[in-house]
């Protein structure tokens, strides 16, 4: 089993790793790629090796600072006019109580928005727009440069990260914010044939197989802890 140390000097090296969440919860293994170093490449793995839903994941401050809502509470606003959005209320979730789902998003420059060369710009179009964000930006500039709604999905990771909620999104966040990275992390679940999630001794395998870095979740959130 690897380390958190060792998660962080591959994402350092625009390496992709595995993240499994944890036992009983969504039980699944995550492909997790700091925003930054999301290739066409990247995205081709995930689509080809992960087969769940690639999405972003982002801090909750660069979140705040550009007015990125979660998509529930998009919903809550519209309920009058669209009645349906309040039948169809995420209230039963069995793993968690809040989806962490946000909006969708194209960058401009792209063109259907879906090809592994048009997300991969999208989202480091997106990570060097929340760098700096966190550093003072032209509020017009997210609109100007991006369009919604899009081909990659935003999530929306929960305020203080870790220390209120442990899924991929805060996990893949917290571990590009240790690593000195723009904390945006690019994640995709790893689903096997049979159409259920990926078990971990088979994402463990695969991990093993592509010399890539496998980290369970616990050990990030007993990390991530120790510093709070």
């Not at 997300?119 to 100007?144: C, V």
């Not at 909620?165 to 966040?173: A, I, K, P, W, Y």
């Not at 096997?192 to 463990?204: E, M, N, Q, T, Y």
Request: glycine residues 8%; proline residues 4%; charged residues 30%.
């Amino acid at each position: 089993m690897d380390s958190v140390e060792d998660a962080i000097e591959a994402l350092k090296r625009g390496e992709p790793i595995l993240v499994y969440d944890g036992d009983g919860r969504e039980e699944e293994t995550d492909i997790l790629a700091a925003g930054q170093y999301v290739t066409p490449e990247v995205i081709r793995m995930m689509r080809r090796d992960g087969g769940g839903l690639i999405c972003t994941a982002v801090h909750p401050e660069i979140a705040n600072r550009l007015g990125i809502p979660f998509i529930v509470d998009v919903w809550a606003t519209a309920r009058e006019k669209f009645p349906v959005l309040q039948a169809l209320e995420a209230n039963d979730i069995p793993y968690d109580e809040k989806s962490s789902f946000s909006i969708t998003i194209n960058h401009r420059r792209t063109f259907t928005g879906i090809t592994d060369k048009d997300r991969s710009l999208t989202i480091t179009e997106f990570t060097k727009l929340g760098e700096r964000s966190l550093n003072g930006y032209d509020p017009s500039e997210f609109g100007r440069n991006f369009r919604s709604p899009g081909h990659v999905i935003l999530l929306r990771a929960a305020e203080g990260l870790l220390e209120s909620r442990q899924g991929h999104t805060e996990l893949s966040v917290a571990l590009t914010e240790m690593a000195g990275l723009t904390p945006v992390a690019t994640i995709c679940e790893m689903m096997a044939d049979d159409g259920h999630s990926l078990p971990i001794k088979d994402s463990r395998r695969y991990a093993e197989e592509h010399d890539l870095v496998f980290l369970e979740g616990r050990k990030v959130i007993e990390e991530w802890l120790k510093g709070r």
